[in-house]
């Protein structure tokens, strides 16, 4: 039987005029087509592209060598050192490669003997876009699914198992997310910064099952949101971390700014170190349960004494009407008396009373250790302005238990897990793109002059 045959071949021009051509594929297709024979399949995509980076990276690293033989200061030819050999890992296959190696001219004031690469390789031999899209997607998804998933549609050899995509994931946390940090610009003032905290599963669980990690969300004035992430190791470096973290989003200590939180003293901490002069709001959700669980207890008096149960949800929904309308005395006043009643030696055996008293205490404590953080919440409500961390709670969602707990039985280390965390906020953020851009000058950019131009 005839067979169809197509031969595809790369045509090298590294001089005007000058061409050579390298036949890198063969493809041929009997003339009885079926339905799964039409086009390219996927075996022999990856063959072709792979075959096609072997062509060009060796050939871009000897004339990068070449280019360089000449000194900047005398232009004099340097002499060769020899090569060293190395493999370059890309989406589209690991490419052997020969460094060329030059020894240092005499007229730069060097250790005789010295030497450098013709091509730095930035010690690292990983593509910039194998990185990303290793970071990118692992990010998102486990980190043994995103080594199938390459390894399944690229022609890559070296991401075959879950632990490499790990290792690359941290180091680009550490080597291209963290330091783009600086060049974020301040957002419009002011601004809503919010806070709450997640826990997920420690990897070494004879020190600890679980860790807290802390999330929060910066929203400016125009509503672009800024998500970040961070390990709760020590009071220092939370504090160091949080931070960072703002002046990622822009924000300084002068930045004027409303700080929402459930009323954790250690979150509030982080805010005094911070952010001194903001506003503080305590979540009115977090009061709300609280209240509503002292309600239930009342409620729950009902079945010995209707009369009682009724002064008791009557005192607590007063209360809770004062402090919706900012009266924290009056609220507190309330709150007060309903315990000193609760405690009277007539109704001291009745059930539930017991269970009444203990959530109306907890509620005030709670209240009293917030009482900087109340304001008037129907007030704010009134203006559009935010009253809750619901906002947070997504954030903490989408950045620890999306990917880090649910459905996930996975361990996490503390002292490494900030890597991840940078990396996963920074692809919520759609700021991983820039990241990269802003580490190496060439990786995709941003206009269309360097797009490659298909033959007609």
Same mark, same amino acid.
């Given at each position: 039987?005839?067979?169809?045959?197509?031969?595809?071949?790369?045509?090298?021009?590294?001089?005007?005029?000058?061409?050579?051509?390298?036949?890198?594929?063969?493809?041929?297709?009997?003339?009885?087509?079926?339905?799964?024979?039409?086009?390219?399949?996927?075996?022999?995509?990856?063959?072709?592209?792979?075959?096609?980076?072997?062509?060009?990276?060796?050939?871009?690293?000897?004339?990068?060598?070449?280019?360089?033989?000449?000194?900047?200061?005398?232009?004099?030819?340097?002499?060769?050192?020899?090569?060293?050999?190395?493999?370059?890992?890309?989406?589209?296959?690991?490419?052997?490669?020969?460094?060329?190696?030059?020894?240092?001219?005499?007229?730069?004031?060097?250790?005789?003997?010295?030497?450098?690469?013709?091509?730095?390789?930035?010690?690292?031999?990983? +593509?910039?876009?194998? @990185?990303? &899209? %290793? $970071?990118?997607?692992? *990010?998102? #998804?486990?980190?043994?699914?995103? /080594?199938? !998933?390459?390894?399944?549609?690229?022609?890559?050899?070296?991401?075959?198992?879950?632990?490499?995509?790990?290792?690359?994931?941290?180091?680009?946390?550490?080597?291209?997310?963290?330091?783009?940090?600086?060049?974020?610009?301040?957002?419009?003032?002011?601004?809503?910064?919010?806070?709450?905290?997640?826990?997920?599963?420690?990897?070494?669980?004879?020190?600890?099952?679980?860790?807290?990690?802390?999330?929060?969300?910066?929203?400016?004035?125009?509503?672009?949101?800024?998500?970040?992430?961070?390990?709760?190791?020590?009071?220092?470096?939370?504090?160091?971390?949080?931070?960072? +973290?703002?002046?990622? @989003?822009? &924000? %300084? $200590?002068?930045?004027? *700014?409303? #700080?929402?939180?459930?009323?954790? /003293?250690? !979150?509030?901490?982080?805010?005094?170190?911070?952010?001194?002069?903001?506003?503080?709001?305590?979540?009115?959700?977090?009061?709300?349960?609280?209240?509503?669980?002292?309600?239930?207890?009342?409620?729950?008096?009902?079945?010995?004494?209707?009369?009682?149960?009724?002064?008791?949800?009557?005192?607590?929904?007063?209360?809770?009407?004062?402090?919706?309308?900012?009266?924290?005395?009056?609220?507190?006043?309330?709150?007060?008396?309903?315990?000193?009643?609760?405690?009277?030696?007539?109704?001291?055996?009745?059930?539930?009373?017991?269970?009444?008293?203990?959530?109306?205490?907890?509620?005030?404590?709670?209240?009293?250790?917030?009482?900087?953080?109340?304001?008037?919440?129907?007030?704010?409500?009134?203006?559009?302005?935010?009253?809750?961390?619901?906002?947070?709670?997504?954030?903490?969602?989408?950045?620890?238990?999306?990917?880090?707990?649910?459905?996930?039985?996975?361990?996490?280390?503390?002292?490494?897990?900030?890597?991840?965390?940078?990396?996963?906020?920074?692809?919520?953020?759609?700021?991983?793109?820039?990241?990269?851009?802003?580490?190496?000058?060439?990786?995709?950019?941003?206009?269309?002059?360097?797009?490659?131009?298909?033959?007609?």
């Amino acid at each position: 039987m005839t067979k169809l045959v197509w031969r595809v071949k790369l045509v090298t021009e590294l001089e005007a005029g000058e061409t050579t051509e390298i036949e890198v594929a063969r493809i041929e297709r009997d003339e009885q087509a079926s339905l799964g024979d039409l086009g390219l399949r996927l075996s022999e995509a990856k063959r072709l592209t792979a075959s096609i980076q072997a062509e060009i990276v060796p050939t871009q690293i000897a004339v990068a060598g070449e280019r360089r033989r000449a000194c900047v200061t005398c232009e004099s030819v340097l002499a060769s050192k020899g090569h060293y050999t190395a493999t370059f890992r890309s989406l589209f296959g690991d490419v052997p490669i020969r460094v060329r190696r030059l020894l240092s001219c005499p007229c730069q004031d060097k250790a005789e003997g010295s030497s450098f690469a013709g091509f730095d390789l930035e010690a690292a031999t990983v +593509a910039p876009e194998l @990185a990303y &899209v %290793t $970071a990118r997607y692992a *990010a998102l #998804v486990p980190f043994g699914k995103v /080594a199938d !998933l390459l390894s399944e549609l690229l022609p890559i050899s070296g991401a075959r198992n879950a632990g490499t995509v790990r290792n690359r994931t941290m180091r680009v946390g550490e080597a291209v997310v963290r330091p783009h940090v600086a060049t974020t610009a301040e957002p419009a003032a002011p601004v809503v910064v919010g806070l709450d905290g997640g826990y997920v599963r420690s990897r070494h669980r004879r020190d600890e099952r679980h860790f807290e990690v802390i999330a929060g969300k910066v929203i400016d004035a125009e509503g672009n949101q800024s998500r970040f992430a961070f390990a709760r190791n020590s009071p220092a470096i939370a504090s160091d971390a949080f931070k960072k +973290a703002l002046a990622a @989003a822009g &924000v %300084t $200590a002068e930045t004027p *700014a409303t #700080v929402l939180c459930d009323g954790d /003293a250690g !979150l509030w901490r982080l805010q005094r170190e911070a952010l001194p002069n903001a506003t503080i709001v305590l979540d009115w959700w977090h009061a709300a349960v609280r209240f509503e669980h002292a309600l239930q207890a009342a409620r729950g008096l009902g079945a010995a004494d209707t009369h009682l149960a009724d002064e008791a949800v009557r005192g607590l929904e007063r209360a809770k009407w004062r402090l919706w309308h900012g009266r924290w005395p009056g609220c507190r006043r309330k709150l007060a008396a309903l315990c000193r009643w609760a405690r009277r030696t007539s109704i001291r055996g009745m059930a539930g009373i017991g269970r009444l008293e203990h959530h109306v205490g907890d509620l005030l404590g709670y209240l009293e250790r917030n009482q900087e953080a109340l304001v008037h919440y129907a007030a704010r409500r009134r203006h559009d302005e935010p009253i809750s961390t619901a906002f947070v709670e997504s954030s903490v969602n989408e950045i620890i238990a999306k990917r880090m707990n649910k459905k996930q039985q996975m361990r996490w280390n503390r002292a490494t897990v900030q890597s991840f965390l940078d990396v996963r906020t920074a692809v919520l953020n759609d700021t991983l793109e820039d990241a990269f851009r802003h580490r190496q000058s060439g990786f995709r950019p941003a206009n269309d002059d360097e797009a490659v131009t298909l033959a007609s």
